[in-house]
């Protein structure tokens, strides 16, 4: 049951809440199937936690037929621990776990001294024998006062069916005599065991792996990434979902929000794999805003960063073939240009049923160096909107993958100061500039991806990326290491 921490992966599991849609940046989906895959995992680790078991010292006083004695089992622990089937499912009220059939061997051992004189007393061992266990669990969390999942059983019940008593050893068959009595004790005490040790087991580990989970990643020098839950999460019948803030901030600035509202995702339906993500556009909206903020989109162009071989270079001589004015002013002069993004709207994403469209503004300035001058002069200033397509892919080690590839480019001017700029001709330059220097700039600057949340010990199996209208979704199957967290058990 330490693996109903897993249940939770990058999200958590609870019982209250509603089923609406709310505002959120990113959202997290646990299916059934998940959930089973989690209760496989974690049956070794409950079971090594059942070999631990013990029970409390049992002492009383009982008539037999030597007279009035006073009993006492003592060091009552498991020798062997088998446990039978098992379920798990969601429901509107939390999560639910069974198992049946569990049977449990136990030694003690016993002793005895006669009330009356000559105080008669003997000692032996005890072997117990419980069969036809059933325990049954409710698993809740909530989310304590700074946003943190916290798990916890409101419900246990433990119930043994037959449980037997052998006593070995000096007098034993006076014990065996009134075995009956002695296991009605026992049983009482190892159905209390058995609750509390679940409980213990599963609120120490389950918190232990939840700690894990991510409340914001840090991804470079600029930006971080803040998966603070929005809400309770919240349980269906087939799945455990779990709704994040999904945003963007400035690393100097952690507190500063982007000036866009998240979308209402949907839940999701019919679902059958292990775990899904939704990412809004407002996510990706916010990543370019806070890069625009830090600097990160702007690009600066000199001369010696042209590739050899292109048909034009940045100097007045060659622009000034499309633009004479340029050449006629400033004849034979070098060009910089420098590239800044807008800091309103720097990149707006466009997420349909089949595909992605990312939209990056610019203002491109146009300077030229003139000889014996130690500043630049701007001639001109253009609008760039650049279109491109925006595949995305997953990584085993749960990175979201990004790829630009040109589709457009729409071209307005801003500023001239030599005079009027017909931006038809210049069409084809900048597609060639967009396509081999801007976007491979680009994608080698998102080229790392970055992490979705998870709990340690998580990887992604099998997974695919799948387009809806104004979010896109992950969804695949994982699988988990939990001796990360649990190396002390063997799997």
Same mark, same amino acid.
């Given at each position: ?10 999200? &958590? ?101 006669? $009330? ?75 159905? $209390? ?51 994040? $803030? ?96 807008? !800091? ?71 500023? !001239? ?5 017909? &931006?038809?001709?210049?069409?084809? &330059? ?5 396509? @081999? ?10 080229? @790392? ?24 979704? &992950? ?17």
């Amino acid at each position: 049951f330490k693996m109903i921490a897993f249940v939770v992966i990058a999200a &958590v599991v609870v019982v209250c809440g509603g089923t609406d849609a709310i505002p959120a940046g990113f959202q997290a989906t646990l299916t059934n199937k998940g959930i089973d895959y989690a209760r496989q995992v974690a049956i070794p680790i409950l079971q090594k936690d059942l070999e631990s078991l013990s029970i409390p010292d049992i002492s009383g006083d009982a008539d037999t037929p030597v007279g009035h004695i006073d009993y006492s089992l003592t060091d009552i622990k498991a020798k062997s621990v088998n446990l039978g089937t098992s379920s798990i499912a969601t429901s509107t009220s939390g999560i639910s776990a069974s198992i049946s059939g569990v049977s449990v061997g136990l030694g003690a051992d016993w002793k005895y001294r006669e $009330k009356a004189w000559p105080h008669v007393k003997d000692h032996g061992s005890a072997d117990i024998s419980a069969s036809s266990i059933s325990l049954s669990i409710n698993i809740v969390t909530s989310l304590s006062s700074t946003n943190e999942p916290q798990i916890a059983i409101n419900q246990c019940n433990s119930d043994i069916g037959h449980l037997d008593i052998k006593f070995h050893g000096g007098a034993s068959w006076l014990y065996n005599l009134f075995s009956s009595l002695v296991a009605d004790i026992v049983k009482k005490e190892l159905n $209390k065991e058995l609750c509390s040790l679940i409980e213990t087991s599963l609120v120490s580990a389950g918190n232990k792996a939840l700690s894990s989970l991510p409340e914001s990643v840090k991804l470079d020098a600029c930006s971080l990434i803040d998966f603070e839950f929005l809400e309770a999460p919240v349980t269906s019948s087939s799945y455990l979902l779990t709704n994040h $803030k999904g945003e963007f901030f400035q690393v100097s600035k952690p507190k500063q929000e982007s000036p866009f509202t998240p979308p209402n995702l949907p839940n999701p339906t019919n679902p059958t794999r292990m775990f899904y993500i939704a990412l809004s556009d407002y996510l990706f909206k916010t990543a370019g805003w806070v890069y625009a903020q830090c600097g990160v989109l702007d690009f600066y162009i000199k001369p010696s960063d042209v590739p050899s071989g292109w048909p034009v270079s940045l100097s007045t001589q060659s622009i000034g073939k499309l633009l004479p004015n340029l050449e006629k002013l400033y004849p034979d002069m070098p060009m910089d240009l420098w590239l800044n993004a807008s !800091t309103t709207l720097p990149l707006d994403v466009v997420i349909s049923d089949k595909s992605a469209t990312a939209n990056i503004m610019f203002v491109m300035y146009a300077y030229v160096d003139p000889p014996k001058s130690n500043n630049l002069t701007e001639v001109f200033a253009l609008g760039l909107n650049v279109s491109a397509t925006a595949e995305a892919s997953v990584s085993a080690d749960h990175y979201l993958h990004m790829n630009l590839t040109f589709l457009d480019v729409g071209i307005s001017v801003v500023n !001239t100061n030599i005079g009027k700029i017909d &931006v038809n001709v210049l069409d084809s &330059v900048i597609e060639l500039f967009c396509k @081999k220097i801007l976007l491979p700039g680009l994608n080698k600057a998102i080229g @790392k991806g970055f992490p979705l949340p998870t709990i340690d010990g998580v990887s992604f199996v099998n997974s695919q990326v799948l387009f809806n209208p104004g979010y896109l979704v &992950v969804d695949t199957d994982v699988s988990y290491n939990p001796s990360i967290l649990f190396p002390d058990v063997n799997f």
